[in-house]
């Protein structure tokens, strides 16, 4: 079983380029437009939707542009990022302005960041 993609919603074009292409480094695909009769079907949206893919050689995200992201206030859903250098990769974060939750657990860290449309990300030490 291989993993093919992570789909996550953004409220905009532009925060997803910061997010996905600015602090993970990915490539940005050319934005495809999901019809509305399809994302009807498939998510019980009546518009169309633009899908924009942020690839690397292990990394695939489909990022679905919708301004009508509703959630609640407690969320499991989550994608888990290996980094190679923890302390580094914060530092960016924090002058990107991503949010970092950092949570004690025993005599280590959970660390967790949020893009700019609230999707949850652990970030783990390669």
């Known amino acids: 079983m291989n993993l093919r993609h992570v789909a996550l919603t953004c409220s905009s074009e532009e925060k997803a380029n910061d ?3 600015n602090l993970l480094g990915l490539k940005k695909s050319e934005p495809k ?3 509305s009769s399809l994302s ?3 998510f019980d949206i009546d518009s169309e939707l633009m899908i924009i893919n942020y690839v690397s050689e292990s990394v695939h995200f489909e990022i679905f542009i919708h301004t009508h992201n509703q959630r609640n206030n407690s969320r499991i ?3 888990c990022l ?3 250098d923890l302390p580094e990769f914060l530092q960016e974060c924090r002058s990107l302005n991503v949010n970092i939750i950092q949570i004690p657990k025993e005599e280590s860290l959970i ?3 949020s893009d700019y449309d609230d999707n949850l990300f652990e970030i783990k030490q390669k």
């Open 77 to 79: 859903d989550h994608v």
């Open 82 to 84: 290996e980094v190679n």
């Open 40 to 42: 009807r079907e498939i």
């Open 19 to 21: 997010f996905y292409q």
């Open 111 to 113: 660390t967790f960041i």
């Open 33 to 35: 437009t999901l019809p």
